[in-house]
């Protein structure tokens, strides 16, 4: 799998033999980079996707590999005498938490380093695990359901508050889904969720499908809350990537204040 370290002759000959390293290089960088976008996309912690674009590199015959990687892009610069230097950026764009793909990921990356795999044998790796299923959708949902419901309990909610909080966490689930497919920024999709959250929890009140508006929408709140992101800023900023983890940090933030104007604005609706 390591680029060919054989000796060029001199003159042309060897300034094309650079030139084809050169590129078979590109070609195992770009490939590197798919694996550091789904990484990154899938809720790796930027350090995380740092090391094994680093290893990888390294594993394809590199000398020196110097990554830079932030929450919406990726820089590599790998080098060895007998390529030079090749660069290539990646943009990242949305994230889609799968802790699952995350796994196999990390998987396909100890097995290049250790077996070495050639590029087909790594693109059909990887576009297996791209192909990996998710979970149904009625599983997502009943999944919805139970967190939601669990919290309302938690915080002191009755069981028809939990029963009102866990079927509207079912309906948030559904629109999020509907509003990803607009490819919609998170923040207004919070911004909707929140929103209709709140103005559900307050019509099940007033109709008498709840006990407490406030102890169905904790359970709501629960589902849109950015944990992950916020985690992994910490991770970031405590292992030295300060600026990827403030990114995280104000990212993680300012979506916590859109979900609590969400349910601010819900309130006022109702109660004015």
């Known amino acids: 799998m390591e680029i060919t370290n054989q000796t060029a002759p001199a003159g042309d000959a060897g300034e094309l033999g650079r030139l084809e390293a050169a590129a078979r290089t590109n070609e195992y960088l770009y490939q590197i980079l ?7 996309q899938s809720g790796a912690e930027v350090s995380r996707v740092e090391d094994s674009i680093r290893r990888l590199c390294l594993a394809f015959g590199a000398e020196r590999a110097d990554v830079f990687t932030i929450t919406s892009s990726i820089m590599v610069t790998v080098y060895s005498h007998r390529f030079g230097a090749v660069t ?30 050639t590029p087909e ?16 959708f009625g599983t997502q949902l009943f999944t919805y359901a139970l967190i939601s419901s669990s919290f309302s309990l938690f915080f002191g909610g009755s069981l028809l508050d939990a029963a ?10 559904y629109l999020d889904r509907v ?7 998170a923040f207004l999709s919070a911004l909707l ?16 499908l709840g006990d ?19 985690t992994n800023s910490l ?34 609706i109702m109660f004015s």
């Open 34 to 40: 798919d694996i550091g976008q789904a990484m990154l």
């Open 179 to 185: 509003i990803r497919r607009t490819e919609a920024n």
């Open 121 to 136: 044998e790594t693109d059909r790796a990887l576009d297996a695990i791209q192909a990996t299923p998710q979970y149904s």
């Open 88 to 117: 290539q950026t990646r943009r990242v764009a949305g994230t889609q938490y799968d802790l699952h793909r995350l796994e196999l990921l990390n998987h396909l990356c100890r097995r290049i380093c250790a077996q070495h795999l």
């Open 235 to 268: 991770r970031d900023m405590f292992s030295g990537n300060t600026i990827s983890g403030l990114m995280r940090f104000i990212e993680a933030i300012l979506l916590a204040l859109v979900i609590a104007c969400g349910f601010a604005l819900a309130a006022g």
């Open 212 to 230: 407490n508006t406030d102890m169905i929408s904790i359970g709501n709140i629960m589902l849109l809350i950015p944990g992950i992101a916020l």
């Open 193 to 208: 969720c929140s929103c209709l959250g709140g103005l559900l929890a307050g019509l099940a009140v007033r109709s008498g």
């Open 164 to 173: 009102a909080s866990g079927v509207i966490g079912m309906v948030l689930k």
